[in-house]
């Protein structure tokens, strides 16, 4: 029941954007669902294909509240990575 799709999330009233979170993160709640027995209380889902692995990750989302941590990180490191333009040494 949880693994699937039917209705993509931004098109359903079922998926929240979480207030404080990242604007592309969306999670739906199941308050009917037994945790003890392993069904989960709520699912995530990313709007950019970034969602969180791990709670580190999802702590992120939270606190990325303008744009996506994780697309903002690769950008920077795209930019880092590009080599510097080299000037030319004033003549003496």
């Given at each position: 029941m949880s693994?699937?799709?039917?209705?993509?999330?931004?098109?359903?009233?079922?998926?929240?954007?979480?207030?404080n979170a990242c604007p592309f993160y969306r999670e739906r709640w199941f308050p009917c669902n037994d945790v003890a027995a392993g069904e989960p209380m709520y699912q995530v889902f990313c709007l950019k294909g970034t969602p969180p692995v791990t709670a580190e990750e999802q702590d992120k989302?939270?606190?990325?509240?303008?744009?996506?941590?994780?697309?903002?990180?690769?950008?920077?490191?795209?930019?880092?990575?590009?080599?510097?333009?080299?000037?030319p040494m004033a003549s003496r």
């Amino acid at each position: 029941m949880s693994g699937t799709l039917n209705t993509h999330p931004l098109e359903n009233s079922n998926w929240r954007k979480h207030k404080n979170a990242c604007p592309f993160y969306r999670e739906r709640w199941f308050p009917c669902n037994d945790v003890a027995a392993g069904e989960p209380m709520y699912q995530v889902f990313c709007l950019k294909g970034t969602p969180p692995v791990t709670a580190e990750e999802q702590d992120k989302c939270f606190r990325s509240k303008t744009r996506c941590w994780r697309l903002s990180e690769k950008k920077q490191s795209r930019t880092a990575e590009e080599p510097a333009e080299e000037t030319p040494m004033a003549s003496r």
